[in-house]
């Protein structure tokens, strides 16, 4: 039976099949539904750990205990757990350990471009990557293999258009693969000097192999067409080189690290001239001109962004699609903003009254940075805020600590806040850190964590006490407040920010999207009482809009969380009443 | 099989994911290859989203270009705008006659285009402009636009009408399968 998947949904049901029996992560698009469909099998034990280091260490450590198991991650969360990562490489595995990266070109929500395929290769694991969701089910399956078969770690490397796009998938049956028997085995998984030094041989062994592997796998393979072009490709690429070039010739890679370098060569041989197709870092075009095969890529196609059909029809064949309207009009650009009923708000318009520094940190919270809140002046990586304000503190002096704070997420603290809120209290820092606790992973889709007190799979479990755990670093002044109580919340930040110690604010209230949240019911502008002064205009609440000759409110997005009545002067919002209520 | 590609725009949280997934459905039970690209993440909060929807005997490429879509499904005026030009010259487009203001025209940074409708008619031959709100008002609850625009686009494929009923009837949560219908049945009269 086949059946319409997400490229996520389809690695899922590839990790169900192959039988493997524990699967961690922690969120970040584009990978995040990998995890939420395996957690719907009963069968694989998964989790949400708290930062993707911890993800993998709990696969490696389920791989060595003799189960199949997988980690999941965005491109960014493989920088997190590369300490693990490159050194799982020397201990290899017991159990099949596959590892899924998504990676972002374009960007659509990340904070960088990079290209996966050059960690992985610094690691010294093999890669494969799929280019629809039909790969995406087998080539989970043969990476297990493959895995097991060479004793290493496999990385499953996606691109957003893989794991987000929806494709046929023909499914299979689960494998029964019984738990491997544990030995103890030092000289392979106690990695000190004497061992490591072997075990690097082992690596150099393995990976000549696996190049070999890479000559003789289903995985690459040649389409011969027209031999005038020949297009080397793999992943997403191939399928946009598939609709440009047509009838052309095609080395079609599924494993991109090792390269199939004899499979190359002879495609090479057979074909007139050489296109290397592939978004981001010239990782397969850089490999043929060290052959010595003449190839043309970057020459013509950007190191930036997403690819597509047309682009290559453009940049590589010279045909340009012409305009077929001749409408020219301005069009305004739509960025993201924060829900109507959004907690962040409140503190974010707090912070741009009292005109703080502010660093910043990732998730739904980073969209403080754009106007009208504009109060967010960094977003470096997850946690970053905290270490941020600490080193602005250093090198500027305490009066900055009195005008800055950093600001973070519940699940991004959970992430790596903690180790930094340590660091101010042990190097004598006197920064304010809010934590914005919304009880949930917002940005990512709302994922339970830690401090939420539910697991992935609902079920309610011990919670972080986040009061307790900064008591217990050694912060004293730990302040919890409502964002939605201005004039509280703005008298708790200013004593805090004062102060000659470091001090955290909790801002407790939930995501305005989460299930249980409840409103009063959608509000509007009584026209009599509004003097148009324009304060509300300031929260930048997406339900207040500027008609021009006056203020109203959307009654469709409006969600009457009431923070608007908390900063018109004047009364002016009032209950709509009625069937929009 | 004819190979169609429908492009769906809006603004995130406008319910544009699950048009994208009824509409694939729709064209696996037809016999058809398809491949349905969604956006997740950032932009859902309230940015511009596009979803593609492809289906022929065999769909490489899951995205669609600047003067590839066959039907261009707007569920905001702007983002028709936006969009357009990766409609073909003969596509039908479909347009939910509802504004939202972005950011920069809250603020009163940017101004929101006049006579979006009229300017897209200028062009195209094939425009259909629907009250979809209204309609699903009508049918029981706001949030079933996107069911409405699904119905207008229905009545425009040579996909019998049963077809997307039984589709809409497995694809939605069972408590607003009735509403779900109405709402389809609505813009499938227009
Ligand atoms: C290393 C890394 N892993 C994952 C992500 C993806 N990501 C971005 S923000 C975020 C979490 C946001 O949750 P929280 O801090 O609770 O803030 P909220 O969005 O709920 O406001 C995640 C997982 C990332 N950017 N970097
Ligand atoms: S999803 Fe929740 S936390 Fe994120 S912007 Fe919306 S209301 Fe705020
Ligand atoms: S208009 Fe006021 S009550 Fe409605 S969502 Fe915006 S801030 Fe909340």
Redesign the interface.
Known sequence: M?K?M?GNEAIARGVYEAGATVATAYPG??S??ITEYIARYDEIYSEWSPNEKVALEVAIGASVGGARSTCAMKHVGLNVAADPLFTAAYTGVNGGLVIFVADDPGM??SQNEQDTRIIARAAKVPVLEPS?SQECRDFTREAFRISEEFDTPVIVRLTT?VA?????VELGERENVPLKPYAKDPGKYVMMPAMARKRHVVVEERLARLAEFSDTTTLNRIEWGDRKIGVITSG?AY??A??AFGNASFLKLGMVYPLPEKLIREFAANVETIYVIEELEPFIENNCLRMGIEVKGKALLPLIGEY???LIRERVLGQK???????N???????????AGCPHRGIFYLLKKLKLNVTGDIG?YT?GA???LESLDTCVCMGASIGMAHGMEKAMGKDTARKTVAVIGDSTFIHSGITGLIDIVYNKGTSTVIILDNSTTG???HQDNPATGFTIKGEPTRQVDLVKLCQAVGVDRVRVCDPFDLAETERIIKEEIAADEPSVVISQRPCALLKNVKFNGVLKINTEKCTKCRMC?RL?C?A???RGTHVEV?P??CTGCDLCTKVCRFNAFERLGGENA | MRSTSIMIVGVGGQGTLLTSRILGNVGISTGADVKVSEVHGMSQRGGSVVTYVKMGEKVNSPIIEKGEADILLCFEELEALRWIDYAKKDASIIINTQRIDPMPVITGKAKYPENIIEKIKAEYQNVAAVPALELAKAAGSIKAVNVVMIGVLAKRTEIPEDTWIDVIRKTVKPQFVDINIEAFRKGYAL
Not at chain 1, 321 to 327: A, F, G, T, V
């Open positions: 086949k319409l997400l698009t584009p995040t539904e659509h929500s629809d258009r987000h796009s929806q494709g046929l997403i399928q946009y598939k609709e597509s059909a047309s699609q012409e305009k077929l309207n001749s409408i009009e301005e069009i305004p650009v739509r960025p993201p903003v924060m829900c739904c969209l754009l106007s009208p940005m990512t889709g205009m930048g997406p207040i809009v500027d959307d469709a997005l």
